[in-house]
């Protein structure tokens, strides 16, 4: 079973990093407030950040007043980036794939993720380990790539647009067909993982968790309306789903 480290790739690193550097942008306007609002209190608690990336969130985190956390990714360029600009004494950064989570050998409060389990391509085992390295009642809370999202095969449109441009709906076909998908973003073969929401939804509770909240993307009208060739197709897909899950002890 393929890792993939996509971040690595120096064309699609630097892609990414200059889509970040703007401050407008969906991970920071519409991904983080969303996941941040989602969160318990992360006083004394012992965090494992999943594809922590750059760093920001398991950052936040450390400055919330968590004990500890932990954040591992399987990209040298991410970490490296982490270590130098989001770190600090209650910080540990970590080079590891998700797939081999089973190798750590703690347990933790609360479990994150920020849009990587696109990445994987066995959710459902994924799902049991993190399950197994919660603490009883612990919690769990991640995010993704909106089902609606990869389906999309890169044969088709993303939108149906009038003559001037404007997003008139988005398309969608082939959702019901699970599995890779390989298509042309940031790189030529980006490849990702599509399976639909119940998939999603019956991973959590075949493991044991209750869903204790779901969000989907949003972002406000005003964002909208001053900003729309990059927010304009917000008003008809979200990109991005949210769940919040709690280890059932029962």
Not at 45 to 53: M, P, R, T, W
Not at 90 to 118: C, G, H, P, W
Not at 224 to 249: A, S, V
Request: glycine content about 6%; proline content about 2%.
């Amino acid at each position: 079973m393929s890792k993939q480290n996509i971040y690595d790739n120096d064309t699609f690193f630097d892609t990414f990093l200059s889509s970040r550097s703007s401050e407008v942008n969906f991970n920071d306007c519409i991904e983080t407030p969303i996941i941040f609002a989602m969160l318990p209190d992360l006083y004394g608690k012992v965090i494992l950040d999943i594809g922590c990336g750059m760093g920001q969130h398991t950052k936040e985190y450390a400055e919330r007043g968590a004990e500890s956390v932990l954040g591992i990714d399987i990209s040298e360029k991410m970490l490296e980036y982490a270590k130098e600009h989001n770190n600090a004494e209650n910080i540990i950064y970590q080079r590891m794939a998700m797939e081999d989570i089973e190798t750590i050998d703690r347990k933790f409060d609360l479990i994150t993720s920020s849009l990587v389990f696109d990445y994987v391509e066995d959710f459902d085992g994924l799902m049991q380990k993190i399950y197994k390295l919660l603490k009883d009642n612990a919690e769990f809370v991640f995010s993704m790539s909106h089902p609606i999202v990869t389906a999309w095969d890169g044969v088709y449109d993303r939108y149906t647009r009038t003559e001037t441009g404007e997003r008139l709906y988005a398309n969608l076909r082939n959702y019901c067909k699970e599995g890779l998908r390989k298509v042309d973003w940031g790189v030529k073969g980006y490849e990702c993982y599509h399976r639909t929401v119940s998939s999603i939804i019956n991973a959590l509770i075949k493991v044991g968790f209750v869903i204790e909240e779901c969000q989907e993307a949003h972002i406000s009208d005003d964002m909208r309306t001053q900003y729309p060739d990059l927010f304009g197709g917000t008003i008809h897909r979200p990109e991005f789903i949210f769940f919040r899950c709690r280890k059932n002890t029962i």
